[in-house]
């Protein structure tokens, strides 16, 4: 597959990535290099990945533990003083090798560990290929609410290796699947009809589905990189799945939830908002909702539970002077963003979500 040009790097695909990065670390004068994995991909990542290396560099493996739980600012503390321990300097380079908690929270420890320090990219989940690891933004969580700190800030490349899939749970295939329909419901109505019937997927074929996902992401990326404008697309199904996945986060009574299940729920809330509003039709809604409760599970939602999240709506980052923000579909492949929407209705959606 050829390689994808985004703000300033490149997003490679499998063995062009091992290539790439061989020039990479040629052509560079890097003092060491720093692997960040969690203990997930130390295990089941880390022995694939480095038989494809080649370099002379001094390399050290910096892990933590795995969990959205430990994506904080206090992991990232351990992270820089390790790295000063281990003699990290302004030439080191540093690869993120795992999902989106790696790549989110490995992008941040470089960008700001003595001001900046390059890094790459090795997404290993399909969350964490078609999202996570493209666009720029790299963060840790406040607490329970998500991605609160954080940096745009773009890796030196990143690295799209499939195979790595083949050690990802089918709950994370489904968690990542989710920004894939995202993508199709928000700008191509022909790829979202891709995933009407999972069936009919050839997949022998997904390595198409991915690399489309990404050029998606991308090409909206490249229009903002900063979110001011159309990259706000990209927030469907987030404004309430990030507070419905920080709530089930927090709440000792509730099951945590993949990031993705989580959006899979905002997404059909937000569109049956985007119904009441008459920005798509009976049909359309149905068809979304038909789609998407084909492949998720239920989640359940008891009468006390709406308000806690619904208060956690106003820490969402993407609010602008206290108003919540919401970007909604017009119409599949289509979006209106920075849109307002009354509590009544989005109770209204949880009720007609648990019917």
Same mark, same amino acid.
């Given at each position: ?122 997404? /290993? +989940? !399909? *969350? ?5 690891? $493209? =666009? ?9 609410? @998500? ?107 509730? /099951? +945590? !939830? *993949? ?5 899979? $729920? =905002? ?9 009441? @509003? ?78």
């Amino acid at each position: 597959m050829q390689s994808i040009q985004a703000n300033s790097y490149p997003i490679h695909f499998n063995e062009k990535g091992n290539q790439a990065l061989n020039f990479h670390l040629k052509e560079n004068k890097y003092s060491n290099l720093f692997i960040i994995v969690d203990s997930n991909t130390n295990e089941f990542c880390l022995p694939h990945f480095l038989p494809y290396l080649e370099t002379d560099l001094a390399i050290e493996i910096i892990e933590f533990d795995a969990g959205e739980e430990n994506k904080n600012i206090e992991t990232c503390v351990q992270i820089w003083k390790v790295l000063t321990e281990l003699g990290a300097d302004r030439k080191s380079l540093i690869i993120n090798l795992g999902g989106g908690v790696v790549t989110d929270l490995g992008g941040f420890v470089a960008s700001t560990f003595k001001r900046g320090v390059d890094f790459i990219h090795v997404p /290993t +989940t !399909l *969350l964490s290929m078609v999202d996570a690891s $493209v =666009g720029g933004k790299n963060g840790v969580d406040l607490g329970n609410l @998500k991605n609160q700190i954080g940096v745009i800030n773009v890796p030196k490349m990143v690295l799209i290796d499939t195979r790595y899939l083949e050690t990802v749970p089918q709950n994370e295939m489904r968690s990542g699947l989710a920004e894939m329909l995202k993508h199709g419901l928000i700008y191509d109505k022909e790829y979202w009809e891709q995933f009407l019937d999972l069936k009919a997927i050839d997949f022998a074929d997904f390595d198409m589905l991915i690399y489309r996902s990404v050029e998606i992401k991308n090409e909206i990326v490249i229009q903002d990189p900063t979110e001011k404008n159309i990259r706000k697309a990209l927030n469907f199904g987030h404004t309430l799945g990030h507070a419905i996945e920080s709530y089930f986060l927090e709440n000792e009574n509730k /099951t +945590t !939830l *993949l990031h993705g299940e989580a959006i899979a $729920v =905002g997404m059909l809330l937000e569109s049956f908002i985007s119904l009441d @509003k008459k920005l798509i039709n009976k049909e359309e809604y149905s068809e979304i909702k038909s789609c998407i409760k084909s492949i998720y599970d239920d989640i359940l939602f008891d009468e006390k539970d709406i308000e806690p999240i619904v208060e956690l709506l106003i820490h969402d980052k993407k609010n602008e002077y206290g108003n919540i923000q919401f970007a909604l579909i017009d119409g599949i492949g289509k979006i209106k963003i920075n849109q307002s929407v009354e509590n009544e209705l989005i109770l209204r959606a949880f009720l007609d979500y648990k019917s």
